[in-house]
T-cell receptor, first 109, second 113 residues
Framework: RKEVEQDPGPFNVPEGATVAFNCTYS??????FFWYRQDCRKEPKLLMS???SGNEDGRFTAQLNRASQYISLLIRDSKLSDSATYLC??????????FGAGTRLFVKA | ETGVTQSPTHLIKTRGQQVTLRCSSQ?????VSWYQQALGQGPQFIFQ???????GRGNFPPRFSGLQFPNYSSELNVNALELDDSALYLC????????????FGSGTRLTVV
């Protein structure tokens, strides 16, 4: 079983749609969680950290459920520019950053 | 403020050779991590350096080694290259080992033939 698992995707959605990404992690000792965005043939870029209380940044909302070991990312009002791969990340042991395989999103006009 | 820079951007090596990849961390960042990303996969953690010491390691063999220098720049060395080592190698720096989120360089694409 992979330490961080994500929906395999890809997701194909029209502009304006709401899309949800799901992620689970296996190590209950994981301390911090993040969502990264990676455009094709580019480096990952930090999208947002994820907190148990939930956090929002514009059209993006992230949520962490420690009891279920589940992380989510919601994108509202999708834009063409949101097309990318979204990577779920768990930090374990204070240094080991475990990335999921990523979920590819295509937003169509 | 300069970001994370990696060199070279592309590299072709022959199986059995050795390679050194370089990374300059973002200004003010003292922690550097290295990752291997195969096509279609997420980055895999190789190791992390904090203030010139290896701070942790992922599931990579000893032929993957590294260094961090007093200016916090870093090197990744891979000995006895194998075909499966072909991948994008990413360096990322963070403000501190506590991890406030990493800033990635654009990577070095290594091809082993």
């Amino acid at each position: 079983r992979k330490e961080v698992e994500q929906d395999p995707g890809p997701f194909n959605v029209p502009e304006g749609a709401t899309v949800a990404f799901n992620c689970t992690y296996s190590n209950s000792a994981s301390q911090s969680f993040f969502w990264y965005r990676q455009d094709c043939r580019k480096e990952p870029k930090l999208l947002m950290s994820v907190y148990s209380s939930g956090n929002e940044d514009g059209r993006f909302t992230a949520q962490l459920n420690r009891a279920s070991q589940y992380i989510s990312l919601l994108i509202r009002d999708s834009k063409l520019s949101d097309s990318a791969t979204y990577l779920c990340v768990a930090l374990t042991g204070g240094f080991k950053t475990i990335f999921g395989a990523g979920t590819r999103l295509f937003v169509k006009a | 403020e300069t970001g994370v820079t990696q060199s070279p951007t592309h590299l072709i090596k022959t199986r059995g050779q050795q390679v050194t990849l370089r990374c300059s961390s973002q200004s003010g960042h003292n922690t550097v991590s290295w990752y291997q990303q195969a096509l279609g996969q997420g980055p895999q953690f190789i190791f992390q350096y904090y203030r010139e010491e290896e701070n942790g390691r992922g599931n990579f063999p000893p032929r993957f080694s590294g260094l961090q220098f007093p200016n916090y720049s870093s090197e990744l060395n891979v000995n006895a290259l194998e075909l499966d080592d072909s991948a994008l190698y990413l360096c990322a720096s963070s403000l501190d080992v506590a991890n406030y989120g990493y800033t990635f360089g654009s990577g070095t694409r290594l091809t082993v033939v």
